[in-house]
């Protein structure tokens, strides 16, 4: 690498950070400011999860032209593309997770059911997401999703043949969710005595904020006697 071509890179990369600390400082929040002026929720919340990743972006967008005017290998070409679609097909499956997430819990805020607000929706939603992102990687890769999808769909009917409780216990959980029977706020006793509000509702349990009920004893006044 001669003198020359550091110093493209160099400015490549220093231009990559330049525009996204300029995205991010400037034009993101002129637009969160007029998303703010809405009555939605979700678009703040999009513009605030996608702003984060706007340096790192525009730095690897940098990064990357920077590198192809580099003389190098056609192979280590084909490694940084790779690596540059593989970072940012994750960082976008990391930001809709987040997104819906966070769909997730402002629509518990406006919404009395315990459906949206148990964390085990958006637990779930997440694995399934991340786990479409992990699809898309690989057939980004050149590798056929379909043995993949094969092997999980054995491996998953052998890890449900070992878990048999823990996996009762999620569809407990699921039942006592769709049933919408419970709701979060809900006060309920149970049968060994124990009693109070239904906080969340897990793959696991199911939390319980109990009430303390203190009982003081005071003397009594010798005027009484």
Not at 22 to 36: D, E, F, T, Y
Not at 97 to 116: H, L, Q, Y
Not at 197 to 225: C, G, H, K, Q
Request: glycine share 8%; with cysteine.
């Amino acid at each position: 690498m001669t003198n020359s071509e550091i110093l493209v890179l160099i400015i490549y990369i220093a231009s990559g950070l330049l525009a996204g600390i300029v995205l991010h400082k400037l034009i993101m929040p002129l637009i969160a400011k007029l998303a703010s002026k809405t009555s939605l929720k979700s678009d703040d919340l999009i513009i605030k999860t996608i702003r984060t990743w706007v340096i790192p972006w525009s730095l690897a967008l940098g990064l990357f032209l920077g590198l192809k005017q580099v003389e190098m290998e056609s192979r280590f070409y084909t490694w940084i593309e790779n690596g540059l679609v593989i970072f940012y097909i994750f960082s976008s499956t990391l930001i809709i997770s987040r997104i819906v997430s966070g769909m997730i819990r402002i629509k518990s805020a406006d919404s009395e059911t315990v459906i949206p607000s148990s964390s085990i929706i958006s637990n779930i939603v997440s694995v399934i997401i991340f786990c479409i992102g992990l699809l898309v990687i690989l057939q980004s890769q050149g590798i056929s999703v379909t043995p993949v999808l094969t092997a999980l769909g054995v491996g998953g009917l052998a890890v449900a043949l070992a878990l048999q409780g823990t996996l009762s216990n999620l569809f407990a959980g699921l039942q006592i969710i769709s049933s919408g029977n419970f709701n979060r706020g809900d006060f309920v006793k149970l049968s060994s005595g124990e009693d109070g509000f239904i906080e969340d509702i897990t793959w696991r349990s199911t939390t319980i904020r109990a009430m303390v009920i203190i009982s003081l004893s005071y003397p009594t006044p010798n005027w009484l006697i």
